[in-house]
């Protein structure tokens, strides 16, 4: 009997949530060329995080002004830091939750659209 299945495509899993989170958002950093990703709650905690941690951490508490601010305050946080930035906001089971990157090349767009789309997909709480 043939097996048709697709091939795994992820090389990195694990059944944390914590830890697939990161393995989610460094893989995406990586080919995004980003210099930092996170995922953050409305308050500006950092849930989950792939890049040097005080960069996170600066990330996570600027996302719920950059979610709420307007395109062009956005941009000037975002010339403030020194960086361009992105930020995704998410739904997950009702929670606005944040997804911010820093840096970034050619790729930023497409990956930041798979970033949200993995985080959604390991918070969701559905079976």
């Known amino acids: 009997m043939l097996n048709h ?11 944390d949530t914590m830890t697939a989170l ?9 080919e995004g060329g980003f210099d930092a990703m996170v995922l953050a709650d409305e308050a500006g905690c950092l849930v989950a ?14 996302a719920p002004l950059l979610g ?11 010339d403030a830091l020194a960086s361009p930035l992105e930020i995704a906001e998410l739904t997950v089971d009702g929670s606005r939750v944040l997804l911010c990157a820093r840096g970034g090349g ?3 767009a497409p990956s930041l659209e798979r970033a949200a789309s993995g985080c959604q997909r390991i918070l969701r709480t559905e079976p």
């Not at 299945?5 to 059944?15: K, L, M």
Request: aromatic share 6%.
């Open 5 to 15: 299945a697709q091939p795994e495509r992820r090389t990195r899993r694990s059944n």
């Open 22 to 30: 990161h393995y989610q958002l460094a893989l995406a950093r990586q």
């Open 49 to 62: 995080g792939a890049g040097a941690w005080p960069t996170c951490e600066m990330l996570a508490a600027y």
């Open 68 to 78: 709420s601010a307007s395109p062009g305050a956005a941009a000037a946080l975002g």
């Open 106 to 108: 050619a790729a930023r």
